[in-house]
């Protein structure tokens, strides 16, 4: 398949790789940023262009893989080629796409990407849409030349699974952060948590989330609790948080064992 990719993200990079390397031909970058669609082109043998005057029609497909605000202007302007035109996000409707072409789908990847980390595409779950059972299989077929895990969702579940991947993903990754910053506040390294991250994240794909959790909140320790708190005295914000998590813990607890 022709492919045409605009964007240059980490999204953009990870999936243009990955169907390169499934034999795709991807026929160019797009980004407003020309060393940036340089950068990614280079790698999958494509022009690049940061001109959306310049973007070559003659492609099978376009997967438009950019910052949410900035996907409707881009496939309205990429309409007028009348050829399938997908977005990567989770969180943006299919309807917004079909406001200007019927030939509109989604390839969403549920993963986190950085470019100079390198991801196994074919583990990565492919979340798929389209205008019409047509586009669909044709999106399934492309997904299955690069992951084996692929799913048909719809917007209104992709949108449930984006918000549960935040919860999952972006938040225990800022509370890594806080832990770092308070290890580093009394020289100490954030090494000595990563085992214990590992074991964590171990135990979750085995059983259930609820059926291994651990610490102070889940046991009701409230000796300990109030103890942490104290000594974030200093910064309101993370006492908060502390709190709300906690209460969340012990309230999913409570539902946990009600019937016990």
């Given at each position: 398949?022709?492919?045409?990719?605009?964007?240059?993200?980490?999204?953009?990079?990870?999936?243009?790789?990955?169907?390169?390397?499934?034999?795709?031909?991807?026929?160019?970058?797009?980004?407003?940023?020309?060393?940036?669609?340089?950068?990614?082109?280079?790698?999958?043998?494509?022009?690049?262009?940061?001109?959306?005057?310049?973007?070559?029609?003659?492609?099978?497909?376009?997967?438009?893989?950019?910052?949410?605000?900035?996907?409707?202007?881009?496939?309205?302007?990429?309409?007028?080629?009348?050829?399938?035109?997908?977005?990567?996000?989770?969180?943006?409707?299919?309807?917004?796409?079909?406001?200007?072409?019927?030939?509109?789908?989604?390839?969403?990847?549920?993963?986190?990407?950085?470019?100079?980390?390198?991801?196994?595409?074919?583990?990565?779950?492919?979340?798929?849409?389209?205008?019409?059972?047509?586009?669909?299989?044709?999106?399934?077929?492309?997904?299955?030349?690069?992951?084996?895990?692929?799913?048909?969702?719809?917007?209104?579940?992709?949108?449930?699974?984006?918000?549960?991947?935040?919860?999952?993903?972006?938040?225990?990754n800022y509370l890594y952060t806080v832990a770092?910053?308070?290890?580093?506040?009394?020289?100490?390294?954030?090494?000595?948590?990563?085992?214990?991250?590992?074991?964590t994240a171990q135990k979750v794909q085995e059983?259930?989330?609820?059926?291994?959790?651990?610490?102070?909140?889940?046991?009701?320790?409230?000796?300990?609790?109030?103890?942490?708190?104290?000594?974030?005295?200093?910064?309101?914000?993370?006492?908060?948080?502390?709190?709300?998590?906690?209460?969340?813990?012990?309230?999913?607890?409570?539902?946990?064992?009600?019937?016990?």
């Amino acid at each position: 398949m022709l492919i045409t990719f605009i964007g240059s993200g980490n999204v953009a990079t990870h999936m243009a790789a990955a169907l390169k390397n499934a034999g795709h031909r991807i026929v160019q970058v797009y980004s407003p940023d020309f060393q940036h669609a340089s950068m990614l082109a280079y790698h999958v043998g494509a022009q690049a262009t940061n001109e959306l005057h310049a973007i070559i029609p003659d492609t099978d497909l376009f997967i438009v893989s950019v910052k949410d605000d900035a996907i409707i202007e881009l496939v309205k302007a990429l309409a007028k080629h009348q050829k399938l035109i997908v977005h990567t996000s989770g969180s943006t409707d299919l309807n917004s796409l079909l406001a200007f072409t019927d030939k509109a789908g989604v390839l969403y990847p549920l993963q986190t990407f950085s470019k100079s980390r390198e991801v196994d595409f074919a583990a990565v779950p492919l979340c798929i849409e389209g205008a019409n059972d047509d586009i669909k299989n044709q999106l399934e077929q492309l997904a299955y030349t690069i992951s084996k895990n692929v799913y048909s969702i719809n917007s209104a579940d992709r949108k449930i699974l984006h918000l549960a991947a935040v919860f999952a993903c972006n938040f225990p990754n800022y509370l890594y952060t806080v832990a770092q910053q308070l290890l580093a506040e009394h020289q100490m390294k954030f090494d000595m948590l990563k085992p214990l991250i590992l074991e964590t994240a171990q135990k979750v794909q085995e059983q259930p989330p609820a059926a291994v959790q651990t610490g102070p909140a889940v046991r009701n320790d409230r000796v300990t609790m109030d103890t942490h708190l104290q000594m974030l005295g200093h910064q309101p914000y993370l006492q908060e948080i502390y709190s709300l998590l906690s209460q969340g813990i012990i309230k999913n607890n409570n539902v946990g064992h009600e019937d016990e």
